[in-house]
């Protein structure tokens, strides 16, 4: 596998917790601010003291009630799932009470689970706290200047997170160094496959119309990154501040995006086709 170094790279494919934004903004603000909110925000916002997997009041916004509904169901499936292989969870009722399912989303949260609707339920109480000026988001100084560096030299930038697309737009959205969404072409969760499976890095080239050996995925982490290398990827580790010990392989190593070095641009492509997916995850700018 050839390095970011002396290899075309084409598209910048980014982690987010300890590659953009310290470990320390999502484990000891975000991660707080959705536990204790949790409770308040399925209160209300959901349609009755019941979580329903029938037909929604005719009040509701249709959109947003079947999106409740395709969570709730998502989390009475993991939740089967959790008790079928012997972990215990907080039972489920069908269908739920707000009680039950505050202990099930608790329950995950203490396992740090990149579940699926749990990223879903962060990032909508994220959202709220954002709107409410309760939350600001953060990157490290240096990732707006690589943002506008590698727009510069005409790099596809991209963000691979567990987080939900949703929670992904607004952290970034809502940076103390403006809005920083501009730069950003795709954005990819959980819905297109878990990070230390090689599969979900071939489906992101397959979105982006890549070839796996013109991105460059950048983590903290590096189960993540042997996963994306398996895929064909170039692979860098990001060892910032706070972030675990890794243990020493084959990916390059930087402490900052000042230290990635300017990407060669090899000869223009055409631009990629305008991604789509069933579920709207992701989209071209």
Not at 31 to 44: E, I, M
Request: net charge negative; with cysteine.
């Amino acid at each position: 596998m050839m390095s970011p170094h002396n290899m075309d790279v084409r598209t910048v494919l980014l982690d987010i917790e300890g590659t953009t934004t310290p470990i320390d903004f999502v484990y000891k603000v975000l991660f707080p601010y959705a536990r204790a909110h949790a409770r308040d925000f399925l209160a209300s916002h959901l349609p009755s003291d019941k979580l329903q997997l029938v037909e929604p009041p005719a009040a509701a916004d249709p959109d947003w009630s079947e999106d409740i509904k395709a969570q709730v169901a998502a989390f009475l499936r993991e939740n089967s799932e959790d008790r079928q292989r012997g972990l215990e969870p907080p039972s489920l009722p069908q269908p739920p009470d707000p009680d039950s399912l505050v202990a099930y989303v608790f329950w995950l949260m203490d396992r740090d689970r990149k579940s699926t609707p749990l990223k879903w339920l962060q990032g909508k109480i994220w959202e709220d706290g954002y709107r409410m000026g309760e939350l600001r988001g953060q990157v490290f100084a240096d990732v707006p200047r690589a943002f506008e560096r590698w727009r510069a030299e005409g790099k596809q930038i991209c963000i691979f997170s567990s987080g939900s697309v949703l929670a992904q737009k607004i952290l970034f959205e809502n940076t103390e160094a403006g809005d920083l969404t501009p730069y950003i072409d795709a954005h990819f969760d959980t819905n297109i496959g878990a990070k230390i499976e090689p599969a979900s890095y071939t489906r992101i080239a397959d979105a982006l119309g890549r070839d796996p050996a013109e991105i460059l995925f950048v983590s903290d982490l590096a189960t993540e990154l042997d996963s994306a290398r398996s895929a064909g990827m170039m692979t860098t580790l990001c060892v910032r501040p706070g972030n675990p010990p890794q243990p020493d392989g084959p990916h390059s190593r930087v402490r900052t995006f000042d230290e990635i070095p300017e990407l060669a641009m090899g000869p223009q492509s055409a631009p990629s086709p305008t991604l789509k997916s069933r579920s709207n995850q992701w989209t071209i700018s």
